[in-house]
Nanobody, 117 residues
Framework: QVQLVESGGGLVQSGGSLRLSCTAS????????MGWYRQAPGKQRELVAA???????NYADSVKDRFTISRDSGKNTVYLQMTSLKPEDTAVYYC???????????WGQGTQVTVSS
């Protein structure tokens, strides 16, 4: 089992910045990916950004050039630096840990990000 603890959400004005953090604990194997998904009211959960244990990253087109994902493997922590935030970025952001070897997904409890116009 893997447990995820998120922090860093909140309320920010349009154009502002926030940084989300997520720390994983438990049975963590080397081959994994960590990332962030978000879900706005009435919409499906969508991938925002993900980073592999190898360092490879991928981003949703809507956040490229505005958001940056990074990880500290020694601390089992992933970060999402969000800049130039827009009202449409408002959502609950969920941390995700994917155990590649066992094909298992784990989710954080979610953190609210609200961007006011």
């Amino acid at each position: 089992q893997v447990q995820l603890v998120e922090s860093g959400g909140g309320l920010v004005q349009s154009g502002g910045s926030l940084r989300l953090s997520c720390t994983a604990s438990g049975r963590i194997f080397t081959r994994n990916a960590m990332g962030w998904y978000r879900q706005a009211p009435g919409k499906q959960r969508e991938l925002v950004a993900a980073i592999q244990s190898s360092g490879g990253t991928n981003y949703a087109d809507s956040v490229k050039d505005r958001f940056t994902i990074s990880r500290d493997s020694g601390k089992n922590t992933v970060y999402l630096q969000m800049t130039s935030l827009k009202p449409e970025d408002t959502a609950v952001y969920y941390c995700n840990f994917y155990d590649v070897g066992r094909a298992r997904n784990y989710w954080g409890q979610g953190t609210q990000v609200t961007v006011s116009s």
